[in-house]
């Protein structure tokens, strides 16, 4: 029979046995509580029609409760010791494959193309480490769309900038670049308490679900990113300031002026739409 591998007990038990502590370096912290773990796969709402992709996999918890309920999970694990660990503790399971390295240099495409075929869905699920959180997001958001739903443990203070509107404290360049391509709310709040060791702060559990058809269309989406980046340089300056690192600051006036936007504003007061209009405008001047 399989065992409880989201037991706190297995966890320590198997940490001994192997002689194994969590590594900092890969930021290692392996989640104890079985009714957040099943909270987690219940916001998938993943099947048997569905293919999930796990990032850090770590001992194993996360995932056997994903091969409980998904039809295949791919789970990428940057930590050699631990492969043989995580295959033996899911050997009862013949729905799960562990690839031993970073996500961030995977073929994430050719990955999944190995076995999307058999399955209608393709949703991320994981408990991200959380030294590299927004990497891993943004690098598997630019390299894949056959990925339509994730579903992401973070620190909490991340996922407040992931899920934030305008005109708010937690509003940053990651929420316009999460919002530019769907819609992500935060489903689970998570103690620091629920993790074996316990980290220093708290987690919550986003759900991204990707637009079926795109939403926005700016002129140039290379200079649109690179604009709302350089907006967000610091918080507390104002776009025109931000911006003068790059542009001439009487440009800036007259295309915040010509907009429609007073000379003062700060990025944290634009909207996704608002930065497309400006980068659009900065596009026409560099094509006239």
Same mark, same amino acid.
């Given at each position: ?17 192997? =002689? ?28 048997? =029609? ?83 959180? !927004? ?12 990925? !339509? ?13 992931? !899920? ?5 404290? =937690? ?61 967000? !340089? ?39 739409? =608002? ?14």
């Amino acid at each position: 029979m399989p065992n409880k591998i989201g037991n706190s007990v297995f966890i320590n038990q198997t940490m001994k046995t192997n =002689d194994i502590r969590a590594k900092k370096k890969f930021g290692q912290n392996f989640l104890k509580d079985e009714k957040i773990l099943n909270e987690i796969v219940d916001v998938s709402e993943c099947d048997k =029609d569905t293919l999930v992709i796990e990032v850090g996999p770590g001992l194993g918890s996360l995932t056997e409760v994903l091969c409980k309920k998904a039809g295949f999970v791919l789970a990428y694990e940057i930590d050699t010791e631990l492969i043989p660990i995580l295959k033996d503790n899911l050997k009862y399971y013949d729905n799960f494959e562990v690839i031993n390295q970073d996500i961030l240099n995977a073929d994430i495409n050719s990955d999944i193309n190995k076995y999307k075929k058999n399955f209608k869905n393709v949703y991320l699920v994981a408990n991200l480490p959380y030294y590299i959180t !927004t990497p891993i997001i943004l690098n598997t958001l630019s390299k894949t769309d056959l990925i !339509t739903r994730y579903v992401m443990m973070m620190q909490k203070e991340v996922a407040e900038r992931l !899920t934030s509107k305008p005109k708010t404290k =937690d509003y940053a360049a990651i929420s316009i670049a999460i919002l530019y391509r769907g819609i992500a709310k935060t489903r689970i709040n998570v103690p620091r308490t629920a993790f074996i060791p316990a980290p220093n702060v708290d987690s919550a559990v986003v759900r991204l679900d990707l637009y079926e058809e795109k939403k926005y269309f700016p002129q140039n989406e290379e200079l649109f990113f690179d604009l709302v980046k350089l907006s967000f !340089t610091q918080r507390r300056k104002t776009l025109v300031n931000n911006l003068s690192s790059k542009y001439k600051k009487d440009f800036i006036y007259k295309m915040l002026n010509d907009n429609g936007y007073k000379e003062s504003i700060r990025a944290e007061e634009l909207s996704i739409d =608002d930065f497309i209009k400006l980068s659009d405008y900065i596009n026409g001047a560099k094509n006239d």
